[in-house]
């Protein structure tokens, strides 16, 4: 600004005491002395500029002021207010030739040189306030009981100026000047005055302006070095520090606390605070409608009080730890993201200075980081989480896998989803069967735990089981008893009312059939994840699987013992029988025999011929029956194994068959064989069976192959028999190895239990037996057969 153009600018109007006309107290009735020369005005009214503007600190600016005024208008005494807006005083920040018990004593607008001129807002004096008296307040002063009007009587304040520092509509303070006597002010003097609290206006505000300006910018700086602390550290408890470190500071605040939001527990746990004497702070829960912060939970809104203890709109619940800490102003954020709320931030002060917007405003973009690195964390928690979930469901799996036994499923089951679901109290409730009661069969926790001794059989479709086997998915309920959807007989209630752990999930247990449910407990009113029932969910599938498994097991196991036991049995009648008769049978033949030797002249042809056929028949009989015999010895076997050399045993069934083979010239093909191990006799049946019928079935060719070959096959040996005889149907493939099994295709004999007695060595042993045929198109018939004995056939 131009001081020379200033100067043209008519003179404020000064006024006296109380806006009274102009009379004693007027300039205009002041004895004006000789204007000195403008030239010497203007160049210390730029001196005064200068300097002004030379800082831009505001407390820095103000002292300039008090030695500007002394130095152009040469009062003893000077004082610079502040219009603080907060509390609408005026505090004095510069004083020179006063104590400053006098001179810093916060002055209300409207009384006292700086509180008139600042109201009204003009310059305002008295030459002499003995004569024209200020007009003056009666409080006490802060300090001993002297009032601003008592002080104003004692030296060194008979004359006093008074002008407002304004900016366009703003007071932005005042400055006044004291002498120690009487004084006439000459229009210089007030002309100088009003240049200067022009001037320092300017300074002032452009300092303040400075000072935004740096703040925004710290704030600036601020945010983006949390955003890069956030970027770079996964340590939620080190971040959420510093965030409100951070706040403390942007607001100039005394105190700082930070709570997260479990949304299950719906509760906001302390777990910062900064600027409290004590950390009694850490760990206290805020409930959403408690105190400020569960105001803040409840409504998702910033709230704000400068006081917080007599605020109608806030409950009393957390007023000791306040009145311990001397809360007054007030100031919550939620924590907020994608509208979900993570906790609250608060701002606290032990004065009544309230937290501005521009305060909220910076609060509010910390509350956001902070919600960044709660939900950051929390997604890396659960990431994490999830991956172990799925490492324990995995070795659980394992386990289960290799467990057939149900109860000990169930053991394991309970513990490892108690230990691995943040030891969450889990049981396991099974059906007795299809519609059945309902019973608790294993749990692990606090309430599980009990309940094992207590609960009591349910029926299928009572409790939050019977409902989550109804509708076949999860169900869960915060309190079983309140919970409508849920049927309860009053002898259940009891003893549920009793145990407590109310907030129950079960997850239905179903596989082909339903089985039961998997169940969490958790304290009355508590709540489910919907992670927790996704992972129970994946549990209960493996659960299930498992049992319906162990069942399987031990009703394959039962049905097993129970077929050893009819074929033990059928194994003793066939025996008994076979052997029964025989004796009769050797009668027949014997009783046949002499008939033919001893009267063979006294038969007609006719007799003898059917005495012919009761023989053959009879012979018939018997291979049946030594085959029958033969059949159910092989599960009583008593011989020890041994090495068999298979070539051996191959060239012996040769040489029994060396008749047939010569007369119908059947080319016989013996490849490599080895040694394995079995009871020989067994071993020579097998082969002596399938050589046997490989020559018997060639059929009518001229030009009949039998080959018998041998391949490795880790601990065992597959054995072939390959022909080019008349083939098999392979609709029965299946059935030519069952007892009595006959094809009719040609006119061979036999009994049609040789392949019946076949396949129960093989099995016996450990090994199969398998054919591959069409019929026209020869036979090859496959059998595995150990090398060696079973300790070491276990890979
Ligand atoms: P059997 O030879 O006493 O009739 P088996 O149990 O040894 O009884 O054989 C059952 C049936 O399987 C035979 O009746 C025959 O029809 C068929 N069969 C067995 N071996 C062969 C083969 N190598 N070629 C064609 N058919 C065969």
New binding site residues.
């Given amino acids: 600004m131009n001081p020379a153009r200033r100067d043209t600018v008519p003179r404020p109007p000064a006024i006296g005491v109380d806006g009274t006309p102009a009379s004693s107290f007027a300039i205009e009735d002041c004895p004006l002395e000789a204007a000195d020369s403008q030239a010497t005005e203007l160049a210390a009214l730029l001196q005064t500029a200068q300097t002004l503007t030379a800082t831009l600190h505001v407390p820095a600016v103000l002292e300039a002021i008090a030695d500007q005024a002394l130095a152009l208008i040469g009062a003893q005494r000077c004082a610079v207010f502040e219009l603080d807006p907060l509390d609408a005083r005026l505090k004095a920040r510069a004083a020179r030739g006063m104590p400053p018990s006098q001179a810093f004593w916060p002055t209300r607008l409207g009384p006292g040189a700086a509180g008139s001129a600042a109201v009204r807002p003009q310059v305002i004096f008295s030459p002499d306030v003995e004569s024209q008296p200020l007009p003056m307040d009666d409080e006490p002063g802060p300090e001993a009981g002297a009032t601003r009007r008592e002080v104003v009587r004692e030296p060194g304040y008979r004359a006093i100026l008074g002008a407002p520092l304004a900016s366009r509509e703003t007071v932005l303070g005042a400055v006044c000047l004291y002498w120690d006597q009487p004084h006439a002010y000459d229009a210089r003097e007030v002309r100088l005055l009003t240049s200067l609290a022009q001037y320092a206006a300017i300074a002032i505000e452009n300092a303040r302006l400075y000072a935004d300006i740096a703040e925004q910018r710290r704030e600036a700086e601020l945010l983006a070095e949390i955003t890069r602390d956030l970027a770079s550290s996964l340590d939620l408890p080190v971040v959420l520090r510093k965030i409100i470190e951070y706040a403390k500071e942007c607001c100039g605040s005394d105190m700082a606390f930070i709570a997260p939001y479990d949304r299950v527990r719906q509760v906001a746990t302390i777990v910062a605070s900064v600027g409290t004497r004590t950390d009694v702070y850490i760990g206290v829960g805020i409930r959403p409608g408690t105190g400020i912060g569960g105001k803040v939970l409840e409504t998702r809104q910033p709230f704000v009080t400068s006081d917080y203890l007599n605020d109608p709109r806030l409950s009393h619940d957390y007023h000791p730890l306040a009145e311990q800490e001397g809360f007054v102003a007030n100031m919550a954020v939620p924590l907020l993201r994608d509208g979900e709320i993570l906790g609250v931030l608060w701002v606290v002060n032990r004065s009544p200075r309230p937290f501005t917007a521009r305060h909220q405003a910076v609060v509010t973009k910390l509350a956001d980081q902070a919600a960044i690195a709660i939900d950051h964390s929390r997604l890396y928690r659960e990431a994490s989480d999830q991956a172990q979930r799925m490492r324990v469901v995995a070795e659980l799996g394992r386990v289960l896998v290799s467990t057939l036994d149900e109860s000990r499923v169930m053991e394991l089951v309970v513990t490892q989803a108690h230990e691995t679901l943040g030891m969450l109290d889990i049981a396991i409730w099974l059906q007795e069967a299809a519609g059945g009661l309902l019973r608790l069969v294993a749990g692990r926790g606090q309430f599980s735990g009990p309940l094992i001794q207590r609960a009591e059989p349910m029926d299928p479709d009572e409790g939050v089981v019977g409902r989550a086997l109804a509708e076949r998915r999860p169900v869960w309920t915060s309190d079983v008893l309140q919970d409508s959807r849920i049927r309860l007989r009053s002898a259940s209630r009891r003893w549920i009312e009793e145990i407590g752990g109310r907030a129950i999930l079960a997850v239905p247990l179903i596989r082909e059939h339903v089985l039961g449910a998997l169940v969490a407990y958790r304290p009355t009113g508590a709540r489910f994840a919907d992670h927790e029932v996704e992972y129970l969910s994946v549990f209960a599938n493996q659960v299930a699987a498992a049992l319906e498994n162990a069942r399987l097991y031990d009703e394959s196991q039962r049905a097993r013992a129970d077929l050893q036991g009819k074929n033990a049995e059928l194994d003793t009648f066939v025996y008994s029988v076979s052997h029964d008769l025989k004796a009769p049978l050797v009668t027949i033949q014997g009783m046949a025999g002499l008939l033919l030797e001893e009267y063979r002249s006294q038969l007609p042809e006719e007799a003898a011929r059917y005495l012919g056929r009761i023989q053959a028949n009879a012979q018939q009989m018997e291979q049946l029956i030594l085959d029958l015999l033969a059949l159910s010895r092989i599960g009583r076997e008593a011989r020890a194994a041994t090495a068999v050399s298979l070539a051996d045993v191959v060239d012996d069934v040769v040489a029994d068959l060396a008749g047939p083979i010569r007369e119908r010239a059947i080319q016989l093909v013996r490849g490599e064989l080895p040694t394995i191990w079995g009871v020989r006799t067994q071993v020579e049946q097998v082969m002596g ?1 399938l050589v046997g ?2 020559v ?2 060639l059929g009518d060719t001229s030009q009949g192959w039998v080959e018998v070959g041998a391949v490795d096959r880790g601990a065992f040996v597959e054995c072939s028999i390959r ?1 080019n ?4 149907d392979p609709a ?1 493939h299946e059935r ?2 069952e007892v009595f ?3 009719k ?1 040609v006119e ?9 007695i ?1 396949k129960r060595i093989v099995q016996a042993s450990g090994g199969r037996i398998w054919v591959e ?1 069409a019929k026209g198109q020869g ?1 090859t ?1 496959h059998f595995t057969w150990p090398k060696g004995p079973a300790s070491e056939v276990q890979t």
């Fill in positions: 069976n019928n490989a018997k079935y022909d005889g008349i083939g098999i029965y030519i190895f099994q006959r094809l295709d061979v004999e036999g009994t049609g239990v040789g392949l019946a076949v045929s036979a018939f």
